[in-house]
Nanobody, 114 residues
Framework: QVQLVESGGGLVQSGGSLRLSCAASGSIFSINAMGWYRQAPGKQRELVATITSGGSTNYADSVKGRFTISRDNAKNTVYLQMNSLKPEDTAVYYC????????WGKGTLVTVSS
């Protein structure tokens, strides 16, 4: 079992920055990859960024160049640094981990005002 707890969401003005954190606990040795998804009001949940155990990263085109995913293996934590935020980035951001099956955090709300 893997437990994921997100933090760092909040209200920010357009052009501002936030850093999201996701702390993993439980059977962390089995985690193959971690990532972030987001779900805007009335929209489908979409992939934002992923990072594998080997450090390979992948980003949605909409956030490429603005967001950076990273990890601290010693802290069992993955981060999402979000810069140049836009109102369309407003969403609940969910942390996810793959450890034989997919695990999800409860989400953290990011609101970007214009």
């Amino acid at each position: 079992q893997v437990q994921l707890v997100e933090s760092g969401g909040g209200l920010v003005q357009s052009g501002g920055s936030l850093r999201l954190s996701c702390a993993a606990s439980g059977s962390i040795f089995s985690i193959n990859a971690m990532g972030w998804y987001r779900q805007a009001p009335g929209k489908q949940r979409e992939l934002v960024a992923t990072i594998t155990s080997g450090g390979s990263t992948n980003y949605a085109d909409s956030v490429k160049g603005r967001f950076t995913i990273s990890r601290d293996n010693a802290k069992n934590t993955v981060y999402l640094q979000m810069n140049s935020l836009k109102p369309e980035d407003t969403a609940v951001y969910y942390c996810t981990a793959v450890a034989g099956m997919r695990y999800w955090g409860k989400g953290t709300l990011v609101t970007v005002s214009s």
